[in-house]
Protein backbone atom coordinates (compact mmCIF):
# COMPACT_ATOMS: atom_id res chain seq x y z
CA UNK A 1 0.00 0.00 0.00
CA UNK A 2 1.47 3.53 -0.92
CA UNK A 3 1.54 6.71 1.74
CA UNK A 4 3.06 9.51 1.52
CA UNK A 5 6.46 8.31 2.36
CA UNK A 6 6.51 5.93 0.13
CA UNK A 7 5.55 7.51 -2.98
CA UNK A 8 7.92 8.12 -5.70
CA UNK A 9 7.72 11.30 -7.82
CA UNK A 10 8.67 12.38 -11.39
CA UNK A 11 9.27 15.84 -13.08
CA UNK A 12 8.52 16.46 -17.05
CA UNK A 13 11.02 19.16 -18.74
CA UNK A 14 9.61 22.32 -19.39
CA UNK A 15 7.29 22.92 -21.24
CA UNK A 16 5.29 25.88 -22.91
CA UNK A 17 2.25 26.72 -19.85
CA UNK A 18 -0.93 26.42 -20.79
CA UNK A 19 -2.22 29.19 -19.02
CA UNK A 20 0.00 32.26 -19.01
CA UNK A 21 1.72 33.29 -22.25
CA UNK A 22 5.51 33.06 -22.44
CA UNK A 23 5.59 31.14 -19.18
CA UNK A 24 7.63 27.42 -19.06
CA UNK A 25 5.67 25.16 -17.10
CA UNK A 26 7.14 22.17 -15.31
CA UNK A 27 4.80 19.53 -13.96
CA UNK A 28 5.19 16.61 -10.91
CA UNK A 29 3.56 13.55 -11.28
CA UNK A 30 2.77 10.86 -8.82
CA UNK A 31 4.53 7.78 -10.02
CA UNK A 32 1.34 6.43 -11.97
CA UNK A 33 2.76 2.04 -10.68
CA UNK A 34 1.24 3.80 -7.20
CA UNK A 35 -1.84 2.41 -5.24
CA UNK A 36 -3.52 5.58 -4.30
CA UNK A 37 -6.20 4.56 -2.54
CA UNK A 38 -9.00 7.05 -0.96
CA UNK A 39 -6.59 8.21 1.95
CA UNK A 40 -3.86 8.82 0.24
CA UNK A 41 -5.76 10.96 -2.78
CA UNK A 42 -7.12 12.77 -0.12
CA UNK A 43 -3.92 13.55 1.45
CA UNK A 44 -3.02 14.74 -1.87
CA UNK A 45 -5.79 16.77 -2.57
CA UNK A 46 -4.92 18.18 0.47
CA UNK A 47 -1.60 19.12 -0.31
CA UNK A 48 -2.82 20.99 -3.72
CA UNK A 49 -2.39 17.90 -6.02
CA UNK A 50 -4.96 17.33 -8.41
CA UNK A 51 -6.23 14.26 -10.61
CA UNK A 52 -6.44 14.03 -14.67
CA UNK A 53 -7.67 10.25 -15.36
CA UNK A 54 -5.29 7.62 -13.83
CA UNK A 55 -2.51 10.64 -13.25
CA UNK A 56 -2.06 12.71 -10.02
CA UNK A 57 0.08 15.73 -10.68
CA UNK A 58 0.84 19.41 -9.32
CA UNK A 59 2.79 22.13 -11.29
CA UNK A 60 5.97 22.87 -10.20
CA UNK A 61 7.42 25.79 -12.19
CA UNK A 62 10.99 27.47 -11.92
CA UNK A 63 10.50 30.72 -10.23
CA UNK A 64 6.33 30.69 -10.63
CA UNK A 65 3.58 29.98 -8.14
CA UNK A 66 0.95 31.40 -10.26
CA UNK A 67 -0.88 28.39 -9.93
CA UNK A 68 -2.70 28.64 -6.11
CA UNK A 69 -4.64 25.65 -5.43
CA UNK A 70 -8.25 26.71 -3.98
CA UNK A 71 -11.42 24.80 -2.00
CA UNK A 72 -14.29 26.33 -0.78
CA UNK A 73 -15.17 25.02 2.85
CA UNK A 74 -19.18 24.54 2.35
CA UNK A 75 -20.85 25.24 5.36
CA UNK A 76 -19.46 29.01 5.32
CA UNK A 77 -20.22 29.76 1.41
CA UNK A 78 -22.20 32.74 0.96
CA UNK A 79 -23.88 32.93 -2.68
CA UNK A 80 -23.71 36.48 -4.35
CA UNK A 81 -26.71 37.71 -5.61
CA UNK A 82 -25.74 36.75 -9.30
CA UNK A 83 -25.05 33.38 -7.96
CA UNK A 84 -28.45 33.13 -6.14
CA UNK A 85 -30.15 33.81 -9.42
CA UNK A 86 -28.26 31.35 -11.40
CA UNK A 87 -29.35 28.44 -8.75
CA UNK A 88 -32.98 29.62 -8.74
CA UNK A 89 -32.90 29.91 -12.70
CA UNK A 90 -31.69 26.29 -13.33
CA UNK A 91 -34.08 24.71 -10.68
CA UNK A 92 -35.72 22.76 -13.77
CA UNK A 93 -33.17 20.95 -14.52
CA UNK A 94 -33.06 17.29 -13.67
CA UNK A 95 -30.15 15.85 -11.96
CA UNK A 96 -29.42 12.25 -12.53
CA UNK A 97 -25.84 10.62 -11.38
CA UNK A 98 -24.12 7.94 -14.05
CA UNK A 99 -21.49 5.80 -13.75
CA UNK A 100 -18.26 6.92 -15.33
CA UNK A 101 -18.43 4.99 -18.38
CA UNK A 102 -18.98 5.77 -21.93
CA UNK A 103 -21.76 8.13 -23.28
CA UNK A 104 -22.29 9.07 -26.60
CA UNK A 105 -24.29 12.11 -25.58
CA UNK A 106 -21.58 13.18 -23.22
CA UNK A 107 -18.81 13.32 -25.69
CA UNK A 108 -20.92 14.79 -28.00
CA UNK A 109 -21.78 17.56 -25.92
CA UNK A 110 -17.97 17.94 -24.83
CA UNK A 111 -16.79 18.21 -28.41
CA UNK A 112 -19.09 21.61 -28.78
CA UNK A 113 -17.95 22.74 -26.16
CA UNK A 114 -14.04 22.37 -26.25
CA UNK A 115 -14.66 23.70 -29.76
CA UNK A 116 -16.80 26.44 -29.43
CA UNK A 117 -15.05 27.60 -25.39
CA UNK A 118 -11.42 26.23 -25.28
CA UNK A 119 -10.13 26.50 -29.09
CA UNK A 120 -7.18 28.15 -27.52
CA UNK A 121 -6.76 25.30 -24.99
CA UNK A 122 -4.04 22.14 -24.99
CA UNK A 123 -7.48 19.65 -25.35
CA UNK A 124 -8.23 21.22 -28.67
CA UNK A 125 -8.91 19.39 -31.17
CA UNK A 126 -11.45 16.89 -28.53
CA UNK A 127 -10.69 13.63 -29.47
CA UNK A 128 -11.70 10.61 -28.31
CA UNK A 129 -8.69 9.13 -26.89
CA UNK A 130 -8.20 12.31 -25.40
CA UNK A 131 -11.60 12.04 -23.47
CA UNK A 132 -11.56 8.78 -22.45
CA UNK A 133 -8.08 9.31 -20.75
CA UNK A 134 -8.95 12.81 -19.01
CA UNK A 135 -12.14 12.02 -18.23
CA UNK A 136 -13.38 7.94 -18.33
CA UNK A 137 -10.12 6.89 -16.66
CA UNK A 138 -11.43 7.40 -13.19
CA UNK A 139 -11.76 6.38 -9.32
CA UNK A 140 -14.65 4.08 -7.91
CA UNK A 141 -15.09 7.34 -6.11
CA UNK A 142 -15.85 9.27 -9.41
CA UNK A 143 -19.87 10.31 -10.59
CA UNK A 144 -20.86 11.77 -13.40
CA UNK A 145 -24.06 14.18 -12.51
CA UNK A 146 -25.96 15.34 -15.91
CA UNK A 147 -27.43 18.00 -15.97
CA UNK A 148 -30.83 18.04 -18.27
CA UNK A 149 -33.99 19.82 -19.42
CA UNK A 150 -36.69 17.84 -20.46
CA UNK A 151 -34.33 14.91 -21.16
CA UNK A 152 -32.35 17.05 -23.28
CA UNK A 153 -28.52 17.10 -21.68
CA UNK A 154 -27.44 20.30 -20.73
CA UNK A 155 -24.24 19.78 -18.60
CA UNK A 156 -21.84 17.15 -16.88
CA UNK A 157 -19.88 17.37 -13.77
CA UNK A 158 -17.70 15.04 -13.76
CA UNK A 159 -16.81 14.66 -9.36
CA UNK A 160 -14.53 12.86 -7.23
CA UNK A 161 -15.45 11.68 -3.73
CA UNK A 162 -12.44 11.71 -1.29
CA UNK A 163 -12.77 11.71 2.61
CA UNK A 164 -13.23 15.69 3.37
CA UNK A 165 -14.76 16.59 0.04
CA UNK A 166 -15.71 16.56 -3.53
CA UNK A 167 -13.01 17.48 -6.09
CA UNK A 168 -14.58 18.68 -8.99
CA UNK A 169 -12.60 17.09 -11.88
CA UNK A 170 -14.45 19.06 -14.79
CA UNK A 171 -16.97 20.60 -15.99
CA UNK A 172 -18.50 21.10 -19.74
CA UNK A 173 -22.00 22.19 -20.78
CA UNK A 174 -24.30 23.44 -23.50
CA UNK A 175 -22.28 26.59 -24.95
CA UNK A 176 -25.52 28.18 -26.46
CA UNK A 177 -26.89 28.22 -22.86
CA UNK A 178 -25.55 31.85 -21.61
CA UNK A 179 -28.17 32.77 -20.00
CA UNK A 180 -28.35 29.72 -17.91
CA UNK A 181 -24.68 30.34 -16.45
CA UNK A 182 -24.21 26.46 -16.52
CA UNK A 183 -20.66 26.67 -15.49
CA UNK A 184 -21.57 28.75 -12.19
CA UNK A 185 -24.43 25.50 -11.79
CA UNK A 186 -22.46 22.88 -11.73
CA UNK A 187 -19.83 24.55 -8.82
CA UNK A 188 -23.31 25.55 -7.05
CA UNK A 189 -24.76 21.84 -7.50
CA UNK A 190 -21.45 20.59 -5.78
CA UNK A 191 -21.49 22.43 -3.04
CA UNK A 192 -24.97 21.89 -2.38
CA UNK A 193 -23.68 18.02 -2.34
CA UNK A 194 -21.30 18.37 -0.29
CA UNK A 195 -22.90 19.84 2.39
CA UNK A 196 -25.60 17.41 1.85
CA UNK A 197 -23.22 14.61 2.43
CA UNK A 198 -21.30 16.44 5.24
CA UNK A 199 -18.78 16.66 3.56
CA UNK A 200 -16.92 20.05 4.58
CA UNK A 201 -14.85 20.92 1.00
CA UNK A 202 -15.43 21.37 -2.53
CA UNK A 203 -12.08 21.34 -4.09
CA UNK A 204 -11.48 23.37 -7.03
CA UNK A 205 -8.27 23.20 -8.50
CA UNK A 206 -6.03 26.06 -9.03
CA UNK A 207 -6.16 29.61 -9.29
CA UNK A 208 -4.51 31.75 -11.05
CA UNK A 209 -5.01 35.53 -11.05
CA UNK A 210 -4.00 36.77 -14.25
CA UNK A 211 -5.83 34.16 -16.54
CA UNK A 212 -9.23 34.72 -17.06
CA UNK A 213 -10.26 31.24 -17.58
CA UNK A 214 -9.41 30.16 -14.01
CA UNK A 215 -9.70 33.54 -12.16
CA UNK A 216 -13.44 33.15 -11.64
CA UNK A 217 -12.56 30.58 -8.74
CA UNK A 218 -12.76 33.81 -6.26
CA UNK A 219 -16.12 34.59 -6.97
CA UNK A 220 -16.87 31.83 -4.64
CA UNK A 221 -16.57 33.18 -0.66
CA UNK A 222 -15.36 32.69 1.73
CA UNK A 223 -12.66 30.70 -0.36
CA UNK A 224 -9.58 28.93 0.89
CA UNK A 225 -5.94 28.81 -0.55
CA UNK A 226 -3.48 26.60 -0.06
CA UNK A 227 0.42 28.91 0.80
CA UNK A 228 3.35 27.02 2.07
CA UNK A 229 1.28 23.85 2.53
CA UNK A 230 -1.30 25.88 4.76
CA UNK A 231 -4.81 26.40 4.12
CA UNK A 232 -5.83 30.00 4.49
CA UNK A 233 -8.93 31.79 3.99
CA UNK A 234 -8.96 34.96 2.07
Known amino acids: MSNMRTLVFYATPEHPCSYLEDRLATTMFVDPKANVDQTLYTRLSQLGFRRSGHHYYKPRCNGCNACIPVRIPVEKFEPSRSQTRTWNKNQDLEVIRCEPRFYQDHFSLYQRYINERHRDGDMFPPTLDQYESFLLESRKETQFVEFRYESKLMGVAVTDTTEDGLSSIYTFFDPAETK???????????????????????????????????SYKTNYRPIEVLVRDNWVSI
Open 180 to 214: RALGVFGILWQIEEAKRRHLPYLYLGYWIRNCDKM
